[in-house]
């Protein structure tokens, strides 16, 4: 089992960063791919970027390129979302999410192994 702890998220205005953090408890993180999930109220959950266990791979939402890096670090347990340039559209929660099967990132949010509770994002314009 795996427990996922969101942090970094609050209020900023447009254009400011932010950095999101998930640590991971429990065992064996290495052996999941991570990523970074959003949703509005009364919105589908969709993935905004995502990682594979050794940080090889990476994939980003069309609306994340350019602006977001997802990083993680398997030393420390944890895996982060990098947010410049922010956008009032970004307003969401951000959860974090675990899948030992990398591919599962990429059918839709149901796939997933693990979750965290979620960080309020809000971007003022």
């Known amino acids: 089992q795996v427990q996922l702890e969101e942090s970094g998220g609050g209020l900023v205005q447009a254009g400011d960063s932010l950095r999101l953090s998930c640590a991971a408890f429990?065992?064996?993180?290495?052996?999941?791919?991570m990523g970074w999930f959003r949703q509005a109220p009364g919105k589908e959950r969709e993935l905004v970027a995502c990682?594979?266990?050794?940080?090889?791979?990476?994939y980003y939402a069309d609306s994340a390129k350019g602006r977001f890096t997802i990083s993680r670090d398997n030393a420390k347990n944890a895996v982060y979302l990098q947010m410049n340039s922010l956008k009032p559209e970004d307003t969401d929660v951000y959860y974090c999410?675990?899948?030992?099967?990398?591919?599962?990132?990429?059918?839709?949010?149901?796939?997933?192994?693990?979750w965290g509770k979620g960080t309020l994002v809000t971007v003022s314009s």
């Open positions: 990682i594979s266990r050794s940080g090889s791979n990476t």
């Open positions: 429990g065992r064996a993180f290495s052996s999941y791919g």
């Open positions: 999410a675990a899948a030992q099967s990398y591919g599962n990132f990429f059918a839709g949010s149901g796939g997933m192994d693990h």
